[in-house]
């Protein structure tokens, strides 16, 4: 397989270019990505200068690129990640959402049948797949069955509404023409290399800088949580064995409350300033280095609109058809999480400049209104 991997600077996009470069050190990787806020070269550090590795700086939008990378590199599958992929982001300013997720995916589903189904050399052997999310399906009452891949779709937020819009248009095309596709559909992933946007990198870096930690509502909300690299096996089996047509979903069988999980990662934090007294010099900021609890950064703020309740996976299928089964417990997956992010300040730091400092603001002016049950 010759990989183009669009969105490889992103956080499960370079998690993937790192598991399939260790899988497959000759392979062909080309990443095309157009280095959004949420786009990081750093991400893909390791991989620079390596065989077969090619970082292309550029919008899936522009078709007549992909079409040339497709043809240069006679690059025969597209593994499809790149996405506007925060749902508060969607909620203040959709247009980016529809612009990525629905033209930009549709745009490289026209590259891929101009070049694989009806290019010079007619039909090229092919794959496209396309990484899905769980947050599709809508929302779950508490004792309602987990989301399968026959559950009707039921987006709430502009971000899931065009992430389903988007895997409308990939089973369109295999339907219609006769591209071949697979889609995957997984639940919320945690681990290296994730933006701190999103609730579990942002609540480990507030922890180290003294700041609130923002609880939307009354934090029950629940979320099916994945360590990124089961993300990226799974993803690497639907490759070598799905189904042409398909969807798999994907998930951790590990659903946790908000704050329970916010509670686990101060609780990890406390320990391990405990443990190690280097940590409060390097970050003075931080609860644990000003003698006190983590926890006590907890702030509870209004709740986000139209906040989806509950996710859940039934996995059941990747599991029976392609023998699927996450490597990580949850407990391992999230320490291992903390510790990436305590030893890779050079990582994270250059993100914390004017614009992530806007951004977090946003959230911080959240009327206080959410509360503690
Ligand atoms: P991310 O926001 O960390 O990364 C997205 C990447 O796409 C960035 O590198 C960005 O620069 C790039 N990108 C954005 N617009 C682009 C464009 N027009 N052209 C080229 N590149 C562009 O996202 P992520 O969390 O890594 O998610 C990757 C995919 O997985 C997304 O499709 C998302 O919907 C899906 N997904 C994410 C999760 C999760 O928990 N993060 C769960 C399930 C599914
Ligand atoms: P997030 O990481 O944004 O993922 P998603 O919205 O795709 O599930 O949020 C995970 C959950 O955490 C979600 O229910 C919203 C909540 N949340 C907070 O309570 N506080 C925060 O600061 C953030 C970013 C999220």
Excluded at 146 to 167: H, I, L, M, Q, W
Excluded at 185 to 200: D, Q, R, T, V
Excluded at 337 to 347: A, F, G, K, M, P
Aim: one cysteine or more; glycine letters at 10%; a negative charge.
């Amino acid at each position: 397989m010759r990989l183009l991997v669009t969105g490889g600077a992103g956080f499960i996009g370079a998690n993937f270019c790192h598991y399939w470069h260790q899988r497959f050190p000759d392979g062909t990787l080309v990443v095309l990505d157009a280095l959004t806020y949420a786009g990081n070269r750093a991400s893909l550090q390791a991989l620079e200068g390596v065989k077969g590795f090619r970082f292309v700086h550029g919008d899936i939008n522009d078709r007549a690129l992909v079409e040339k990378l497709l043809r240069e590199g006679r690059l025969n599958v597209i593994v499809h990640f790149a996405a506007e992929s925060h749902v508060d982001r969607s909620i203040h300013d959709p247009d980016a959402f529809l612009r990525t997720n629905i033209l930009g995916t549709h745009s490289l589903l026209q590259a891929a049948r101009s070049y694989w189904l009806e290019g010079p050399q007619g039909l090229i052997s092919h794959r496209f797949h396309h990484i899905s999310t769980d947050e599709v399906y809508g929302t779950l009452g508490p004792q309602d069955p987990a989301f399968r891949e026959d559950t009707p779709y039921a987006p709430n937020s502009p971000y899931a509404a065009s992430k389903a819009a988007s895997d409308h248009l990939v089973r369109a095309y295999q339907h219609t023409y006769g591209l071949s596709t697979t889609t995957s559909n997984c639940s919320n992933n945690y681990g290296p290399f994730h933006f701190p946007e999103k609730l579990i990198p942002l609540v480990i870096l507030n922890i180290l800088h003294g700041r609130p930690l923002p609880i939307y509502g009354d934090g029950q909300q629940i979320r099916d949580w994945l360590f990124v690299e089961d993300h990226c096996q799974g993803i690497a089996l639907i490759l070598e064995q799905g189904k042409e047509g398909e969807s798999y979903n994907i998930g951790g069988h590990n659903e946790w409350a908000n704050l329970e999980i916010v509670r686990l990662i101060c609780q990890l934090l406390d320990e391990a300033f405990a443990a190690d007294a280097t940590l409060a010099k390097q970050f003075p900021h931080a609860a644990p280095a000003q003698g006190k609890r983590s926890e006590s950064l907890i702030t509870y703020v209004q709740d986000r609109p139209g906040h989806d309740r509950r996710y859940a996976i039934d996995a059941v299928k990747i599991g029976g058809e392609l023998g699927y089964a996450p490597q990580h417990s949850f407990a391992a997956g999230i320490r291992k999480t903390v510790d990436w992010y305590l030893q890779n300040r050079d990582w994270w730091q250059p993100l914390l400049g004017e614009a992530y400092a806007e951004w977090i603001q946003k959230q911080y002016v959240r009327e206080p209104g959410g509360s503690r049950n």
